[in-house]
């Protein structure tokens, strides 16, 4: 499945933006859909995962502040982020997990001004 992530941009903090991940085809079967960032200078990290039955985790900095979700219709999953800090600054990626299988999108890049 090919990934597409949209929707990335400058806003000041406190701000929200809604990052979106389009996938090339179904998403119904994938095991995991996530949302990972890697800042500059640091390791990539995860951000925010949903599972096929729904069930959602998020790290702890984000925890209250963002939200994953999906549109089976759609064939997309979302990222709404909202109480942005400067320090979510980086560029997200979508990752999506389907058996033995790792697809990734590209980054779409949040800065986020204090």
């Known amino acids: 499945v090919q990934l597409q992530a949209s929707g990335g941009g400058l806003v000041q903090a406190g701000g929200s933006l809604r990052l979106s991940c389009a996938a090339s085809r179904t998403i119904i079967n994938i095991n995991t859909m996530a949302w990972y960032r890697q800042a500059p200078g640091k390791e990539r990290e995860l951000v925010a995962v949903?599972?096929?039955?729904?069930?959602?985790n998020y790290t702890d900095s984000v925890k209250g502040r963002f939200t994953i979700s999906r549109d089976f219709m759609k064939n997309q999953v979302y990222l709404q982020m909202n109480v942005l800090k400067p320090e979510d600054t980086a560029v997200y990626y979508c990752k999506a997990h389907e058996g033995r299988l790792t697809f990734w999108g590209q980054g779409t890049e949040v800065t986020v001004s204090s």
């Open positions: 949903i599972t096929k039955r729904g069930n959602a």
